[in-house]
């Protein structure tokens, strides 16, 4: 007797779309004003360090706007052509800003290093500070609602667009002591110093996001931690002999588990669906975004391996 037992589509709630979808939306909205502010406070300063910040927010708006289409894509039922679902559209559209997002970061590097031989004097440091203590505001309101949403949703593309606005929160409490800084001690060196400090934070986020995109498209294996979560699990049911070819994978929103459980051959199919069923809801309710596949793999009585 070989059998195999799927658990039913796992699909996403209508609560955790409406979190990831105002999620995007606020993000785009909030990159939108960002830049508005940013662009004003840059034309009176001359600033290469909010000229920084100012890119770090265009570059937030086109992933954000990436990140909205992307998210649709993804949030799409499972369908006759695409049985896993859409999930890795998340991951496709993560490669995309990385790319994007490190190209920037070179250009900035440049600029900077130019900025360091052939330093400018800088101006109206009041109205930038001003500027960038709104978004300061702006963006911590953006990231803490982002983090609820990750905490609800384990959306990849939503993580990949908070580790922008993280970046952005820091950048601009980097900017806002910079202009004041600069402005009072003298140092007109040190704005270009943080303009390239924000390229270099830039770049290693690009490399952040297009690396755990990568381990989706690549079909990585979930952590160790899990895996063995996993095998704990089946192997509680004192039915199970034995747990092996255990498979695992993630498609951003939703993780696909499957194994094979050793059971004594003399179980009845009924019997067997039954241990099938306890271990698929045990590890549903472990890991709520999972669909697994069980195979249940006959095995001798003990007994008689053991003679």
């Given amino acids: 007797?070989?059998?195999?037992?799927?658990?039913p589509q796992v699909g996403i709630s209508k609560?955790?779309?409406f979190l990831i979808t105002t999620a995007t939306y606020?993000?785009?909205v909030v990159a939108a004003l960002l830049i508005g502010a940013k662009s004003f406070a840059w034309m009176l300063t001359s600033s290469l360090s909010l000229q920084a910040s100012l890119i770090d927010s265009l570059l937030d708006m086109v992933t954000s706007i990436m990140n909205l289409l992307v998210v649709r894509q993804a949030l799409k039922p499972?369908?006759?052509?695409h049985r896993f679902g859409h999930g890795k559209a998340e991951a496709l559209g993560g490669l995309g800003q990385s790319a994007f997002i490190a190209g920037s970061a070179v250009w900035l590097?440049?600029?900077a290093l130019h900025r360091l031989v052939s330093p400018r004097p800088l101006q109206e440091s009041g109205t930038g500070s001003i500027v960038m203590l709104i978004a300061i505001v702006l963006t911590l309101l953006l990231v803490l609602y982002q983090r609820y949403v990750i905490k609800q949703t384990r959306s990849l593309a939503i993580s990949a667009d908070s580790l922008h606005y993280v970046g952005d929160l820091y950048t601009n409490i980097g900017v806002l002591i910079s202009l004041n800084v600069s402005v009072l001690l003298g140092w007109t060196r040190l704005d270009s110093l943080v303009g390239a400090g924000i390229a270099g934070y830039i770049l290693y986020t690009s490399w952040s996001i297009g690396r755990r995109?990568?381990?989706?498209l690549m079909d990585r294996?979930?952590?160790?931690?899990?895996?063995?979560?996993?095998?704990?699990i089946a192997l509680k049911d004192p039915r199970v002999w034995g747990v092996h070819d255990l498979r695992t994978r993630s498609a951003g929103l939703q993780d696909f588990i499957q194994m094979h459980l050793d059971m004594d051959e003399k179980l009845s199919l009924l019997e067997a669906h039954d241990v099938a069923n306890t271990v698929e809801l045990a590890l549903q309710e472990a890991f709520p975004h999972a669909e697994i596949i069980i195979h249940q793999d006959?095995?001798?009585y003990r007994g008689a391996m053991a003679s």
């Fill in 78 to 81: 499972a369908d006759a052509e």
């Fill in 15 to 17: 609560h955790h779309k």
């Fill in 1 to 7: 007797m070989v059998t195999e037992h799927t658990s």
């Fill in 213 to 216: 995109s990568l381990d989706v």
């Fill in 109 to 111: 590097i440049i600029d």
């Fill in 221 to 232: 294996e979930l952590p160790d931690k899990a895996r063995l979560r996993i095998m704990e």
């Fill in 26 to 28: 606020s993000a785009v």
């Fill in 298 to 300: 006959p095995l001798p």
